[in-house]
């Protein structure tokens, strides 16, 4: 039986002992480790690959970069991925303001692409992993957050011990996989710190983030049409929208991985037309767009129900990628909802205005309406 640290040790001592416990039973006895455990299931999948690979835990990390002509190519073939992520990487450093983490794009290889925050580059272990055409897959560097999320395909954090290599056992990481508009995993994004305090926060951080960056990836792709997708009684305009882009014929162009949840539509699938999809005619879509009705309720093949907001994309243009990370601008949310339930109120503003819980004259103020008189 597995000896449990002492109670009398700070929380933090007793975690860092039950990893290096872990660290035993797998890497010196090749034991199963015993659910529950505090070590996540996805660590010990990453080190059970290491080993396959025939890595040892006390080997040297080189942190190796790829030729300049290699990083060279991969920026290139990545800058749609760089652009969407650029805002969203400058404003983790408001969230993550004096914690000594930094962020690390990468590629869907595991190459850093893009590095930015407080690097100390003065701290070679920093200096190591923060450059660009560094190479930290799993095969690479073992067990990171990078080479993890890769490889699960889904957010994760590790603490110290938690890493493969013991020269990695100072890195803590979160990590989130960053899914393109055709399904596809195009990257992914880490939140690293050299030899700071525990935050395991950073995975629904980081998760958020990658979220944001994969919405401005889908709006940056052309369309005619946009369908915001959210469950019935929830305001839309957030992160956590679905978002459709279709063409002007209704076939689907782009899809956010949130939409794609939704609707069902698997990984990797073109998602085809949108009467596939939703049990109305497109073109009932379209109208709703053109009247600006706000969201309606539309029934899937499913059986199930969404809100849909749906906007025309003027000319068919792509939206540009700066701001897109925020979702719909809430004036404008606000507007179709308010547009919605006087429509739904068969144009009884006073009604509309109690079920809202508002007064008319912001009904009529939001809605740019002259005033019933009394």
Not at 65 to 94: G, W
Not at 150 to 173: K, M, N
Request: proline letters at 7%.
């Amino acid at each position: 039986m597995t000896p449990q640290p002492s109670p009398t040790l700070p929380p933090q001592q007793q975690r860092l002992t039950l990893i290096e416990q872990a660290r035993k039973a797998v890497f010196e006895s090749n034991t199963p480790l015993h659910q529950p455990t505090t070590l996540a299931p996805w660590v010990e999948r990453s080190w059970r690959r290491c080993l396959d690979l025939g890595l040892d835990p006390s080997q040297r990390v080189a942190f190796a970069a790829v030729s300049s002509s290699a990083a060279q190519h991969a920026i290139e073939a990545n800058q749609p991925l760089l652009r969407a992520a650029a805002p969203v990487i400058q404003s983790l450093s408001r969230a993550m303001a004096h914690t000594r983490y930094f962020a690390i794009l990468t590629d869907a290889r595991g190459l850093v692409i893009d590095v930015n925050g407080p690097v100390d580059r003065h701290d070679p272990h920093a200096a190591s992993i923060a450059r660009i055409g560094v190479d930290l897959s799993e095969r690479a560097v073992g067990t990171t957050a990078i080479g993890t999320t890769l490889a699960d395909l889904q957010p994760v954090w590790l603490h110290r011990g938690e890493h493969f290599f013991d020269d990695t056992a100072i890195y803590s990481c979160a990590g989130a996989p960053i899914w393109g508009p055709d399904g596809q995993c195009v990257g992914m994004l880490d939140l690293t710190g050299v030899n700071v305090v525990e935050q395991p926060a950073l995975k629904h951080l980081v998760a958020q983030s990658a979220r944001s960056i994969e919405n401005a990836l889908t709006l940056s792709q052309p369309h005619r049409l946009l369908l915001c997708l959210s469950w019935p009684g929830r305001m839309p305009g957030d992160a956590s929208d679905g978002l459709v882009c279709v063409n002007a014929d209704g076939q689907i162009s782009a899809i956010n991985r949130s939409a794609a949840d939704m609707l069902g539509v698997a990984a990797s699938v073109a998602p085809g037309h949108c009467s596939e999809w939703f049990a109305v005619p497109i073109e009932t879509l379209f109208d709703a767009a053109r009247l600006q009705r706000g969201p309606l309720e539309v029934p899937l093949w499913s059986g199930l129900r969404l809100s849909v907001l749906a906007q025309l994309n003027q000319g068919g243009e792509r939206i540009p990628l700066h701001g897109a990370s925020h979702g719909l601008p809430l004036k404008d949310v606000e507007t179709a909802m308010i547009r919605k339930a006087v429509d739904d109120a068969r144009g009884n503003v006073k009604e509309a205005a109690r079920a809202l819980g508002i007064s008319r004259a912001t009904v009529y103020r939001k809605l740019g309406a002259p005033r019933e008189r009394s």
